[in-house]
């Protein structure tokens, strides 16, 4: 993975400058994609509920993206079969059904809050819009749905085929915009963890914090 591409090309650098009235460094502007500044760093033990229940989320979302990273990787080296068929089809559907779900929680009033105390803080860009970080998160659950179904339509296709050459053009495309997906969650997920929760631990009181997980609670009809 190339890290310096990744991060020259991603758009959190143009979206999320801090406002120029302030000095210093920006949480949401961090030099390398992977090494953001660690200025709101929270353990997960001292998370509240909240914020663990998503991070309790995110590491069944990885833990499903490590397992379909392995069938991309065996596809490479051998082709298609039956059980890497199967852990496509499993990844797809388990996508489908939890990042949405996730994604509401995190998008039904808590990311609205957070970028008005963003906002607050100074933590936007120039712009009139005034973006923070939390506008680059929603704009990357769109992209990761569309990366998705880009890349499960292409498999699709790949094994409907009748020519070699196609279905393996098709495959190795659909393999990329798989793998495209996957670093996308990745780092997606690093971001919320290292910066935008720890700074919603502190910067957000306890009732507001209470008064998500029991939204998500009524949404869902499940303890948070
Ligand atoms: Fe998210
Ligand atoms: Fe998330």
New binding site residues.
């Given amino acids: 993975m190339d890290l310096k591409k990744l991060n020259k090309d991603d758009p959190l650098d143009r979206m999320a400058e801090k406002s120029a009235d302030t000095e210093g460094m920006s949480p949401m502007d961090p030099p390398d994609a992977y090494s953001p500044p660690s200025t709101e760093d929270v353990a997960y033990d001292t998370m509240h509920p909240f914020l663990q229940e998503l991070m309790d989320d995110h590491k069944r979302l990885i833990a499903q993206m490590t397992t379909f990273e392995e069938a991309l990787q065996q596809i490479q080296t051998s082709g298609l079969s039956n059980e890497t068929g199967q852990t496509l089809r499993n990844s797809f559907q388990f996508f489908e059904e939890n990042f949405v779900v ?2 509401r929680k ?1 998008e039904v009033g808590f990311f609205p809050l957070l970028k008005r105390r963003l906002i607050e803080r100074g933590e936007h860009g120039t712009t009139a819009e005034r973006k923070t970080g939390v506008d680059v ?1 929603q704009n ?2 769109t992209r990761a749905v569309q990366l998705a179904a880009v890349a499960c339509s292409f498999f699709g296709l790949a094994v409907r085929l009748p020519d070699e050459q196609s279905r393996m053009l098709t495959l190795s495309g659909a393999v990329q915009q798989s793998k495209d997906l996957i670093e996308h969650v990745r780092l ?2 690093f971001r ?1 963890e290292t910066i935008l929760f720890g700074f919603a631990n502190n910067h957000f009181s306890a009732e507001e914090l209470d008064q998500f997980q029991t939204s998500v609670e009524t949404e869902t009809g499940k303890p948070a």
């Fill in positions: 996730h994604n995190e998160m990357d659950h997606h997920i919320e």
